[in-house]
């Protein structure tokens, strides 16, 4: 029952570790892959109005791996049968500089203009779903700057959808579409070089913050930075609380479990009470004794450990082939819990567990080596 105990408690917490470090890996790869890794805008919504000099400047700073001005508004967007509000992102035909292409469901990633003057759009699925789209549909564009009079008439743009995206982060998927920049600025009246905003991506996500502090140094009022961790950072703080909390409730039960030693110790001291004493009139000192049952503690909980390592390898493989733990896309931004093992949970878990196995076999190691011998032949007879 001991070993199963520090096996149960041992597998649980390397689990929950492999289970909070995969919903981290997750929703980040997801937030990168949508969002950008720093943005540039000016206070009070007032465009860039010289966003290719910004441009050449921030590209200059090290760290930065490339820049690109979009075009950022709000407008309508409607099909056939149904209409939504939604935010217009335009940006290079060539795409942006998220990584969204990798999250196409349906169709392809392709903002250029088809054969019969129809520019590509790329929107996300719930946004598809909400207006019965696919690839292939007509989209119908509506922008306009102020009030609608009679003498301040809509923008209007007509879209073909080329392809779908889907993050399974409702936030992403619901309110944007991408479009070529060139249209943008048409249905938003912002010549060129006016730009919304800036996007920048930097050569290495551990970079984020240093390129994004010197940035905010570097850049005078009104222009002000972003970084991704900033602009989604009631999403990071929620992985953050997952990876805090988690693994410390667990391993209450690898506490619990390793505390079982002290009673499984405890009756093989009183199995072994006349084997004790015949062992101290024959010259074994206290000691001997306590490091008899020191070690016969330490193997159970070696056992023990050995087998809940096994029992969370095995789990990493079937969860990861079989998607047995389903979650609630809505809720959790994905279909199942991922699994990313780290080796050093493996050592952590380790050697947390047979420090904790020799801390409870030492109780019992220390009553045994204490008995009276005299005392102890007697008893046994």
């Known amino acids: 029952m001991a070993i199963t105990g520090v096996a149960i408690g041992s597998a649980g917490l390397l689990i929950a570790f492999s289970i909070v470090h995969g919903f981290k890996s997750v929703i980040q790869e997801k937030i990168m892959g949508y969002g950008t890794h720093i943005t540039i805008e000016t206070y009070g919504n007032d465009p860039l109005f010289r966003s290719d000099t910004l441009a050449v400047f921030v590209a200059d700073v090290p760290g930065v791996q490339e820049v690109q001005p979009v075009i950022y508004s709000q ?28 999250y196409i469901r349906n169709g392809s990633y392709d903002l250029t203009t088809d054969e019969n003057g129809m520019p590509g759009a790329v929107i996300g699925a719930r946004l598809a779903q909400n207006l019965n789209a696919e690839p292939g549909s007509i989209l119908t564009a509506y922008a306009i700057q102020g009030m609608p009079t009679p003498l301040n008439l809509p923008q209007i743009q007509q879209f073909r959808l080329s392809g779908v995206y889907h993050t399974g982060i409702d936030t992403f998927d619901d309110t944007m579409i991408l479009i070529s920049r060139s249209y943008a600025r048409t249905l938003f009246d912002m010549a060129e070089p006016k730009a919304s905003q800036l996007e920048v991506r930097v050569q290495n996500l551990d970079d984020i913050h240093a390129v994004g502090q010197t940035l905010a140094e570097k850049l005078p009022f009104p222009y002000y930075t972003q970084t991704v961790y900033q602009t989604y950072r009631s999403i990071f703080a929620w992985i953050n609380l997952q990876e805090q909390t988690i693994p410390f409730v667990i391993a209450v039960m690898v506490i619990v479990a390793a505390f079982n030693l002290i009673g499984t110790v405890l009756i093989m001291v009183l199995e072994r009470t006349r084997d004790i004493g015949i062992l101290k009139t024959m010259g074994a000192s206290d000691k001997d004794i306590r490091s008899v049952f020191l070690i016969e503690g330490l193997i159970v909980g070696a056992a023990g450990l050995l087998i809940g390592i096994f029992l969370s390898l095995a789990f990493y493989v079937i969860q990861d082939t079989w998607q047995l733990i389903p979650l609630p896309e809505e809720s959790y931004y994905m279909t199942s819990a991922p699994v990313e093992p780290h080796i050093s949970d493996f050592f952590l878990v380790s050697i947390l567990t047979l420090i904790l196995c020799a801390l409870a076999s030492w109780l019992p190691a220390r009553v045994a080596s204490r008995l009276n011998p005299l005392k102890v032949i007697a008893y046994g007879r």
């Open 75 to 102: 407008g309508m967007l409607q099909t056939r049968d149904f209409a939504e509000g939604v935010f217009f992102k335009g940006v290079d035909p060539e795409g942006d500089l998220s990584d969204i292409r990798n």
